[in-house]
């Protein structure tokens, strides 16, 4: 209601306004007539006409439904829309087309398609004139002319009405509905559709003469117009030629580049290079590349996949995959897709542009087009030639968005299925390419979710069985009766995470570990979760996850620390430690190792958290689990050492947690406590002024576990 009564008010203000103008009355004097009405909430229709309502009455009102009754109609008359002709050409040739040089991309589908309708003419013996089909340019700076000319079927006098005097009629479509009642009769080289593409020349053109001559008849004709609505039409006598059209523009003095050679040839090259008849440019051709991707693989030999790949790439380097597909169902797709042997991000010179162009009847629609591929796939080059996408009517975009996702689901899925199929095939050559871009194919697994699993068998990992580098199938065959779990560690290199603590209880055992040496790979494990029903384990762990397929280690009381002094040692321990250190544990699965980091995140997940939060690294570096060895000698002598003196023991149970962290991966927490840089020297001291053999031998471990760690970093 409240919004009502601020509509209506701004309404009864302009109503004011009117008043004032119209009758004379002061503004002054109309407002005090206004003022006198009460304030207004609301306002109903009610039988075409406006009550106003009150606050008192506003709550009682109610509306009688509006009946509808039927309209009556007499003397009814259908009419047609009227347009302008002039200002309709206007638009159709100043603003439908976003780039100027799209005027010569649409006038030579026009003069191919003229050459297409000669072909089928003399290949069904309708015209046994069988001249050579080409197309001329001849550019002219001095006059600031481009001449376009071809040797297609030409028109007569009454097509030249139709056909250039009728916006958005289109002869080649007409051309392709009267074919296709035909039986045999094949239109897949016809490229026109909506009869506007003509028109285009006026973007650059001040006036544009149309010659043509049919076979059919005796006569030429000359069709001249300036763009502004109309046009002239006459017979001319002696063309120059026997038959086809020339297209002769005078270009706009701000439009003189496109009587340039290179520029023309340029525009050629982009737009129009496979088109399949000869173009001519000043007399030399300059579409020698010829359209494979729409030719049988039968006839094309590896020189000639070769010579289009460095066309398309601009480069000597070898490709190192192809794929030439062609299909019908879903979509008649015909694609020639390269994947290079090498790419330049792996240099920090920034990302690969997307290289793979989408075409249309082997006429480009949209270079480097990114809708066809995945971010993930920008390193692979080609051609994409599909005659199923719904274009504009500038032929510039596509308008079904679903259509090209489809598309793009195809295209994805086919290029997988090719490295799948060639890491069968070479599985050594497949390693060497995986080594060069296995960062791309990683970055699929983490955001294209659709085709994860497909993904993920392309990895190559190390694991603890093998030398040699596997795929997450091998590790599946490896697994043990009754392991429903896909266990991993994360390490920088595989002697790394041989020699990791975390590894020490499947040590002996045949249960498979695959290492990963990128933290990617966790994030992507952690995010699916599960493979072929096999949960992603992190051996780091908590021991409850890894229970079910290892032997519990069991407290050797005779020769370890005491049962009664766990409970104290692990106490004392985490009151030392605190606040890295949260909770200290007996170790179920430690055998060689003194100690060891555990928490709910992984040491990979850690550090990528502090790589992109650094302000939280004092945040990770608390609330750990300290897993304790009480089998291990240095355990031993570290609660002995505690009863004895507490201040030395204190500073070895800090050396020991810094040694665990950087024998795990933490060396960015270890700082904390690595800030003493004459402990070491401290400790010695102190262990000769107690002339404690024992504990001399502590010291001497944690001396040669630092320089081995320091040596290894």
Same mark, same amino acid.
């Given at each position: 209601?409240?919004? #009502? ?5 701004? @309404? ?24 006198? !009405? ?56 100043? &603003? ?5 040089? $799209? ?21 069904? /013996? ?21 001449? +376009? ?26 051309? $392709? ?24 020349? *006026?973007?650059?053109?001040?006036? $544009?003469?149309? !010659? ?12 001249? &117009? ?8 006459? @017979? ?21 580049? *496109?009587?340039?050679? &290179? ?8 737009? &129009? ?73 792996? =240099? ?91 960062? *791309?194919?990683?970055? /699929? ?90 949960? =992603? ?22 020769? /370890? $620390? ?15 430690? #605190? ?9 179920? @699965? ?13 040491? /990979?997940? @850690? ?18 689990? *300290? ?76 001396? +040669? ?9």
């Amino acid at each position: 209601l409240t919004k #009502q009564y601020h509509y209506i008010m701004l @309404r009864t203000a302009k109503i004011v306004k009117s008043f004032s103008r119209v009758f004379g009355a002061s503004r002054k004097e109309t407002l005090k007539h206004f003022n006198s !009405i009460k304030p207004v909430h609301s306002a109903f229709l009610t039988q075409n006409k406006f009550k106003f309502c009150t606050s008192q009455n506003a709550q009682n009102e109610s509306v009688e439904p509006k009946v509808e009754t039927p309209i009556e109609k007499f003397d009814s008359e259908s009419l047609e829309f009227k347009a302008e002709t002039k200002k309709l050409l206007h638009i159709v040739a100043k &603003s439908l087309y976003t780039d100027k040089d $799209v005027f010569l991309r649409e006038l030579l589908s026009n003069c191919s398609d003229a050459l297409e309708k000669q072909r089928y003419l003399v290949l069904t /013996g309708s015209d046994p004139n069988a001249d050579e089909l080409r197309i001329s340019l001849i550019t002219d700076e001095a006059k600031r002319q481009i001449i +376009i000319q071809d040797t297609g079927v030409g028109m007569t006098r009454e097509e030249l009405i139709q056909n250039l005097g009728t916006i958005a009629h289109s002869g080649s479509k007409s051309w $392709v509905e009267k074919l296709s009642k035909v039986e045999g009769g094949s239109t897949d080289s016809i490229i026109g559709q909506f009869g506007v593409g003509f028109y285009s020349s *006026f973007i650059v053109g001040d006036t $544009v003469e149309v !010659i043509s001559k049919s076979a059919a008849t005796q006569e030429a004709y000359l069709w001249v &117009s300036d763009g502004t609505g109309k046009f002239e039409i006459s @017979r001319v006598s002696d063309p120059g030629f026997a038959r086809g059209t020339k297209i002769i523009i005078h270009l706009r003095p701000d439009c003189a580049q *496109f009587a340039k050679r &290179s520029d023309v040839q340029k525009i050629i090259q982009r737009y &129009s290079n496979f088109i399949n008849f000869p173009i001519l440019l000043n007399g030399e051709r300059v579409n020698m590349i010829s359209a494979i991707w729409a030719r049988s693989k039968a006839d094309l030999t590896e020189d000639d996949y070769t010579k289009f790949w460095e066309y398309i790439s601009n480069t000597k380097v070898p490709y190192k995959y192809k794929l030439h597909y062609s299909t019908d169902v879903p979509l008649q797709i015909q694609s020639l897709i390269y994947i290079p042997s090498s790419h330049m991000e792996k =240099f920090g010179v920034g990302m690969e542009e997307t290289g793979v162009s989408l075409y249309s009847r082997k006429v480009l629609i949209k270079q480097n087009c990114r809708e066809l591929f995945p971010n993930w796939l920008r390193f692979i080059k080609g051609v994409i030639d599909c005659e199923d996408i719904p274009l504009n009517i500038s032929r510039e975009h596509y308008q079904d968005s679903a259509l090209m996702a489809r598309l793009r689901n195809i295209l994805t899925k086919r290029v997988i299925k090719l490295l799948e199929e060639e890491s069968r095939k070479n599985p050594e050559q497949f390693l060497i390419w995986f080594n060069d871009f296995q960062q *791309f194919l990683k970055e /699929g697994l983490a955001m294209d979710t659709e085709n994860q699993e497909a993904l993920l068998g392309l990895q190559r990992y190390s694991s603890n069985f093998t030398d040699e580098l596997i795929t997450i199938d091998d590790y599946i065959k490896k697994l043990q009766p009754g392991q429903d779990k896909i266990y991993y560690l994360l390490a920088t290199t595989k002697e790394q995470a041989e020699l990791s603590p975390y590894m020490e209880p499947f040590r002996g055992t045949q249960i498979p570990i695959l290492y990963i040496n990128i933290h990617i790979d966790e994030m992507i494990f952690r995010s699916m979760n599960k493979y072929k029903d096999l949960s =992603f384990v992190n051996i780091e762990t908590n021991y409850d996850e890894i229970a079910k397929d290892i032997k519990a280690q069991e407290h050797d009381v005779e020769h /370890g $620390v005491p049962q009664d002094d766990i409970t104290p040692l692990c106490l004392w321990i985490k009151n030392e430690l #605190q606040p890295v250190v949260a909770k200290v544990s007996v170790s179920k @699965r430690l055998k060689d190792s003194p100690a060891i980091v555990v928490s709910q995140m992984s040491t /990979g997940m @850690r550090q990528v958290m502090q790589m992109v939060e650094k302000n939280q690294q004092m945040d990770q570096a608390k609330n750990l689990t *300290f897993e304790i060895n009480p089998n291990h000698e240095l355990i031993v002598k570290l609660n002995s050492v505690r009863k004895q003196n507490q201040k030395l023991a204190s500073t070895i149970a800090r050396q020991l947690l810094d040694n665990t962290l950087v024998t795990t991966g933490l060396l960015f927490l270890s700082l904390i406590h690595i800030s003493e840089p004459t402990r070491l020297l401290s400790i010695s001291y102190a262990v000769f002024c107690l002339k404690k053999k024992n504990t001399y031998e502590i010291i001497q471990y944690l001396i +040669i576990q630092r320089i081995i760690l320091q040596e290894t970093i």
